[in-house]
Nanobody, 123 residues
Framework: QVQLVESGGGLVQAGGSLRLSCTTS????????VGWFRQAPGKEREFVAA????????YYADSVKGRFTISRDNAKNTVYLQMNSLKPGDTAVYYC????????????????WGQGTQVTVSS
Protein backbone atom coordinates (compact mmCIF):
# COMPACT_ATOMS: atom_id res chain seq x y z
CA GLN A 1 0.00 0.00 0.00
CA VAL A 2 0.89 3.68 -0.32
CA GLN A 3 0.39 6.27 2.39
CA LEU A 4 0.16 9.94 1.45
CA VAL A 5 0.23 13.05 3.61
CA GLU A 6 -0.66 16.52 2.35
CA SER A 7 0.54 19.79 3.83
CA GLY A 8 0.82 23.46 2.94
CA GLY A 9 -2.79 24.55 2.94
CA GLY A 10 -3.94 27.75 4.53
CA LEU A 11 -5.76 31.03 4.15
CA VAL A 12 -4.66 33.49 1.48
CA GLN A 13 -6.06 36.55 -0.22
CA ALA A 14 -7.19 36.44 -3.82
CA GLY A 15 -4.19 36.72 -6.08
CA GLY A 16 -1.89 35.08 -3.56
CA SER A 17 0.06 31.85 -3.74
CA LEU A 18 0.43 28.59 -1.85
CA ARG A 19 2.53 25.51 -2.34
CA LEU A 20 1.06 22.17 -1.34
CA SER A 21 3.20 19.14 -0.64
CA CYS A 22 2.36 15.46 -0.77
CA THR A 23 4.80 13.10 0.88
CA THR A 24 5.08 9.37 1.24
CA SER A 25 7.72 6.83 2.08
CA UNK A 26 9.08 3.62 0.70
CA UNK A 27 10.75 2.45 -2.44
CA UNK A 28 7.48 2.43 -4.37
CA UNK A 29 7.17 6.21 -4.60
CA UNK A 30 9.11 6.49 -7.81
CA UNK A 31 6.78 4.01 -9.48
CA UNK A 32 3.50 5.77 -8.73
CA UNK A 33 1.47 8.30 -10.64
CA VAL A 34 0.31 11.14 -8.40
CA GLY A 35 -2.65 13.43 -8.89
CA TRP A 36 -4.12 16.37 -7.05
CA PHE A 37 -7.87 16.64 -6.58
CA ARG A 38 -10.07 19.05 -4.70
CA GLN A 39 -13.50 19.06 -3.17
CA ALA A 40 -15.55 22.04 -2.11
CA PRO A 41 -18.51 21.72 0.29
CA GLY A 42 -21.54 20.30 -1.46
CA LYS A 43 -19.62 19.47 -4.62
CA GLU A 44 -18.05 16.37 -6.09
CA ARG A 45 -14.34 15.80 -5.97
CA GLU A 46 -12.67 17.07 -9.13
CA PHE A 47 -9.37 16.61 -10.88
CA VAL A 48 -6.81 19.39 -10.57
CA ALA A 49 -3.46 18.14 -11.83
CA ALA A 50 -1.44 14.96 -12.26
CA UNK A 51 2.14 13.97 -12.90
CA UNK A 52 3.57 10.80 -14.39
CA UNK A 53 5.87 8.40 -12.62
CA UNK A 54 8.96 9.90 -14.19
CA UNK A 55 7.74 13.46 -13.87
CA UNK A 56 7.98 13.93 -17.61
CA UNK A 57 4.27 14.35 -18.26
CA UNK A 58 1.85 16.67 -16.50
CA TYR A 59 -1.82 17.46 -16.99
CA TYR A 60 -4.05 20.18 -15.61
CA ALA A 61 -7.71 20.93 -15.38
CA ASP A 62 -8.73 23.83 -17.59
CA SER A 63 -9.76 25.80 -14.53
CA VAL A 64 -6.21 25.89 -13.16
CA LYS A 65 -4.08 25.71 -16.28
CA GLY A 66 -1.56 28.51 -16.36
CA ARG A 67 -1.89 29.17 -12.64
CA PHE A 68 -0.95 25.86 -11.00
CA THR A 69 2.19 23.79 -11.49
CA ILE A 70 2.69 20.20 -10.41
CA SER A 71 6.16 18.77 -9.89
CA ARG A 72 7.83 15.91 -8.08
CA ASP A 73 11.09 15.22 -6.34
CA ASN A 74 11.44 11.48 -6.17
CA ALA A 75 14.56 11.73 -4.04
CA LYS A 76 12.44 13.39 -1.36
CA ASN A 77 9.34 11.27 -1.96
CA THR A 78 7.39 14.47 -2.51
CA VAL A 79 4.99 15.89 -5.06
CA TYR A 80 4.28 19.62 -5.07
CA LEU A 81 1.43 21.74 -6.29
CA GLN A 82 2.41 25.37 -6.72
CA MET A 83 -0.73 27.48 -6.82
CA ASN A 84 -0.47 31.06 -8.06
CA SER A 85 -3.06 33.73 -8.77
CA LEU A 86 -5.49 32.04 -6.44
CA LYS A 87 -9.18 32.80 -6.77
CA PRO A 88 -12.04 32.36 -4.31
CA GLY A 89 -13.26 29.53 -6.54
CA ASP A 90 -10.12 27.59 -5.66
CA THR A 91 -11.32 27.22 -2.07
CA ALA A 92 -11.56 23.51 -1.30
CA VAL A 93 -9.94 20.62 0.47
CA TYR A 94 -7.05 19.47 -1.68
CA TYR A 95 -6.11 15.81 -1.79
CA CYS A 96 -3.21 14.01 -3.33
CA UNK A 97 -3.80 10.55 -4.69
CA UNK A 98 -1.72 7.80 -6.20
CA UNK A 99 -2.00 4.82 -8.49
CA UNK A 100 0.48 2.13 -9.38
CA UNK A 101 0.06 2.65 -13.09
CA UNK A 102 0.25 5.21 -15.87
CA UNK A 103 -1.13 8.72 -15.54
CA UNK A 104 -4.88 9.13 -15.85
CA UNK A 105 -7.20 12.01 -15.10
CA UNK A 106 -10.23 10.38 -13.47
CA UNK A 107 -10.83 10.30 -9.73
CA UNK A 108 -11.92 6.66 -9.66
CA UNK A 109 -8.65 5.48 -11.18
CA UNK A 110 -6.65 6.43 -8.10
CA UNK A 111 -6.24 3.84 -5.40
CA UNK A 112 -4.59 5.69 -2.53
CA TRP A 113 -5.60 9.00 -0.98
CA GLY A 114 -4.25 11.39 1.59
CA GLN A 115 -6.35 13.08 4.25
CA GLY A 116 -6.48 16.42 2.47
CA THR A 117 -5.40 19.95 3.27
CA GLN A 118 -7.71 22.94 3.38
CA VAL A 119 -7.13 25.85 1.02
CA THR A 120 -9.23 28.94 1.58
CA VAL A 121 -9.02 31.98 -0.67
CA SER A 122 -10.64 35.16 0.58
CA SER A 123 -12.14 37.82 -1.66
Amino acid sequence: QVQLVESGGGLVQAGGSLRLSCTTSGRTFRSITVGWFRQAPGKEREFVAAISRSGGNTYYADSVKGRFTISRDNAKNTVYLQMNSLKPGDTAVYYCAARMAVLVLTTTAYDYWGQGTQVTVSS
